[in-house]
Each structure stands twice: as C-alpha cells, then as structure tokens.
C-alpha cells in the first residue's frame, strides 16, 4: 500500500474509531448507485480511509456528488459526523482540480464580493434601475437602500438574481416596502451564497464571516437576515461561530429568513389576502440547512416555522412524505447545482420527484435558492409527471401581499433620500 500524502490524524476529529462497518451510511444516502460511481458509497469511503486510502479518496469524485444533506450522520449508530468528514475531503483536493466553477467562484466572492465578479458599478446601476421600475409599477417611493447607517436590518441579495433573474428580487422588496423595513444591502461584500463552504475552503470561509461581521459594526447595523441560501446561511453561522468564540467582541445580531417573516406577520406589519393563492394546493420542502443539518448542529432547525408562514398565504395545504428532519434533499446540495454532475445530481433527486408526485401538490414552496433552482429546473428536465409550479416562501408572502402605498410625506423622505444616496454613489439621473 502506498503510503499517503494526507495525515490520518484528522479522523480523530470525526469519532471515526467508532464505525461499525454496518452500511447505515450508504443506505440513508440518496446518492448511492448514482450514475458513474462505480460501486462507491459512504461505506466504501469509511473502509477506504480506515484502510489508509485518503488520496484515492481524495481523487474520486465522490466526496463531490455529497449534498451536505446529513442522513448518513443522523442514521450512523457510532455518531459519526460523516457529512462533515466529507466536507473535510473536500478540502483535500487541491484548488485547481476543484470541479466545475465552484473554486474560481469563490476566488471572485474574496476579491470582488460576489460569486460571479459583478462589478460595483453594475450592481448598484442595477439596483437603482430596478428599485425605480418597483417604484413606478407598485411600491411608490421605493429604492434600495446601500450601506444606510444604523439601519435595523441587513439583507443579503444573490448573485444570480444580481445577474440573471432580476425582477426576483422584487419578492423581498415588496416585503420590506409593506412592513415599512428600516432596512439595508452591501454595497461591497454583497454575496448570499457561500461557495467557500462547497468547496471545503475553511479560511475563505472564515474571511467571509468576517466581512460580514466587520461591516455590521462599522454601519452599526441591528441585525442581519442570514442569507436564503441553505449553504449560505450554514457557512455564515460556521464562520462566525468560530470568530464569536475566538473574540466575544465578534458577536453580532442575525435571525433568519423564518424568524423575520414570523416577525412582522405576528406584529401585524403585513396583510396578506390568502384569496391570491385559492384554488391550488400547497407544499414544503424542508432544505436540509435550513433543517435537518442546522438541527444537528446548532440545535435549532426550522420545522413548523416555515409552515406556519405557508399556511398564514394558503387554505390548501399538504405535506411531503417523509418531511422535516427525515426529509429527503432534492439533490442541490453542496454546490452540486453549478457543479458539472447534472447526472447524479438528478438521480440523487429521484425521491424529491416522487415525494412531489405523490403529494399531488400544486405549487411547491421553497426556502432556498438551490433547492428552488432544483426542483424547478432540473427535475422536470429528468423525470415526467404531473406539472407544478416552485415558489420560494418570500415569493408565496409578496404575492400574497396587500399592499398600501406610503403616505406622500414618507414618499417625499424617501425619493430624498434616495436621491442623496445615488449622488454619493455617482449615479446621476441622467446615466
């Protein structure tokens, strides 16, 4: 045997002694079988590696086609943290052979702030073009505020609606216009989606947790809604976990994308008019960070939240079989949507399309971009069956939504404020 490159010390760190070689791993695994594997799955991995085969591990894809989705971890009787030992592999690879964009993507969020290296110039012309077109269509007096100062609330947009899928942006705008959101985006540093995490990278990981905290002190900023993303809001809380306990100065406030929504509907901040939604049934998918692993974790995952939320928009509900912690991932996970296993990828979703079919729900309701993304795109692309729509939760609110525009006086203070902001920015009106 050859010997390896990679120290088999790190499996300490992972109550790896205390496997039993039983296959509960491989067997809680959607991704076992997948096309291309070759007979490898998380059983195969652990003997491997006790077995002192890191590089062969290391090399193989398999630690790739891994969603992150934790049933291995919550089916493993020696309580193995297995979904991060794979997170560790990952981190194994050297940077260039990393698949797909994922690396170069990450490389772009430290040096730019953002997956896909928008520049500064065509973010905030997007955000002022578009924040104007919301202004005129339905919400007058609106803009999107950048770096406001002492704002109560910070909000993290993604950089395929930044690039691509604009008007989705509008879902949250409309949220913060209605509740009257005293609220904020980066102007720099702007990125939702962590694919620092995907990619096994614990000091980039940690560097964007920083940013994150270091701009909520600078603009002395209340809180922070963690990102939508699964992985986004997951690496965030990993990243700043570790700085919080490094420097108790590091502590910031954050509530999630569930917490806010409950927020202002509990507070009557919003009206919604569940008539916009009548004659279709509903249903949730649970992500897995937002759930089942950020239960594990941090022992709190988002379950009845969500539901609630759903069900405050719709009169015609169902659930997904299995759901909440024992529910099944759709497949997206760990940066397996941009990465180039489409394959597996849709195989690992065989049992999110038959949940859904199942169901016989009309619209599935989501609460992460990749999962959204997923099960809107390429499921329907790889399995047949009957139709049905994907909205995100933020989307199933706004469109929901009774909106009461402002009073003249908080539209003057806002178009003002508005102007001042894109004065300092050097967006004049004639650009």
Not at 370 to 392: A, F, L, S
Request: with cysteine.
């Amino acid at each position: 045997m050859t010997k390896s490159k990679h120290s088999l010390d790190f499996l300490n760190d992972y109550d790896f002694s205390n496997c039993l070689v039983c296959g509960a791993c491989s067997n809680g695994c959607p991704t076992s079988g997948a096309p291309g594997l070759d007979g490898w799955d998380a059983r195969k991995v652990m003997r491997m590696l006790a077995n002192g085969l890191i590089d062969e591990v290391v090399a193989s894809n398999f630690p790739w086609l891994c969603t992150g989705c934790g049933r291995c971890t919550s089916t493993c009787p020696g309580g193995i943290d297995i979904t991060s030992l794979m997170a560790h592999l990952k981190s194994l690879r050297p940077r260039e052979d990393v698949p797909g964009s994922l690396h170069q993507g990450m490389v772009n969020n430290l040096e730019t702030g953002n997956n896909l290296g928008i520049a500064k110039e065509d973010y905030v012309e997007g955000m002022k073009e578009l924040g104007e077109e919301l202004a005129e269509e339905e919400c007058p007096g609106f803009y999107v505020p950048i770096d406001k100062q002492g704002a109560r609330t910070l909000f993290f947009p993604n950089s395929k609606e930044v690039y691509g899928d604009y008007e989705d942006q509008f879902w949250w705008w409309k949220i913060f216009y209605a509740a009257q959101e005293d609220w904020t985006v980066p102007g720099d540093n702007w990125e939702a989606v962590d694919w620092a995490l995907f990619t096994g990278n614990n000091d980039a990981n940690r560097e964007l947790a920083r940013r994150k905290i270091d701009y909520m002190q600078k603009h002395e900023i209340d809180r922070m809604i963690m990102p939508d993303c699964g992985g986004g809001s997951y690496g965030a809380r990993k990243g700043m976990e570790k700085l919080f306990k490094e420097d108790p100065a590091n502590r910031i406030n954050y509530l999630y994308l569930y917490d806010y929504l409950m927020e202002i509907i509990k507070e009557g901040r919003i009206t919604l008019d569940k008539s916009a939604h009548a004659g279709k049934v509903f249903t949730f998918h649970d992500s897995c960070k937002h759930g089942r692993e950020l239960e594990r974790t941090f022992g709190k995952g988002y379950f009845d939240e969500p539901r609630w939320i759903v069900q405050q928009c719709v009169d015609d509900y169902v659930e997904l079989t299995p759901n909440r912690d024992k529910n099944y991932c759709c497949g997206a996970g760990g940066g397996m949507w941009p990465m180039p296993f489409e394959e597996q990828s849709a195989w690992h979703a065989r049992y999110k399309h038959q949940q859904i079919e199942d169901s016989g729900a009309h619209v599935v309701v989501v609460g992460c971009s990749n999962c959204r993304d997923q099960i809107m795109k390429r499921i329907p692309k790889h399995y047949e069956g009957h139709p049905y729509e994907v909205k995100y939760i933020w989307q199933l609110v706004a469109e929901a939504l009774v909106i009461t525009p402002w009073d003249q006086e908080r539209i003057d203070k806002a178009q003002a404020e508005a102007e001042a902001q894109w004065r300092a920015l050097g967006m004049t009106d004639d650009e």
